[in-house]
């Protein structure tokens, strides 16, 4: 399976790092700790992020709208049902992370 461009973004990290990733199921388990859930950023940008990480009391990551993202999250794009490219650059993306503080 290709590799697909996508940030990284750790809750320690101010606002990530751009890096090429496996879409593969168990790679982006694996990357957020747990199962996955994916959250809209808007058109076409997803946030892949550990769907229990508030249960499992992981870091606080990234505000979106009334809620908290907890632990590692990946930004990447969502053609249908399939991950792609991240379709933002890093100065967008540093926009939307000023904007969403905790």
């Known amino acids: 399976m290709a590799k697909i461009k996508v940030i990284i973004k750790r809750p320690d990290e101010q606002y990530g790092h751009v890096t090429h990733i496996s879409a593969r199921l168990e790679n982006l388990q694996n990357t957020v700790g747990g199962y996955i859930e994916t959250v809209p950023v808007q058109p076409g940008t997803i946030i892949i992020c550990n769907e229990e990480g508030k249960l499992l009391n992981l870091e606080p990551n990234i505000r979106h709208y009334d809620d908290i993202i907890h632990g590692t999250i ?29």
């Not at 930004?75 to 933002?88: L, N, Q, Y």
């Not at 650059?89 to 939307?96: L, R």
């Open 74 to 102: 990946i930004i990447c794009g969502a053609t249908g049902d399939e991950f792609s490219d991240v379709p933002i650059n890093m100065d967008q993306w540093k926009g939307i992370v000023d904007q969403n503080k905790l």
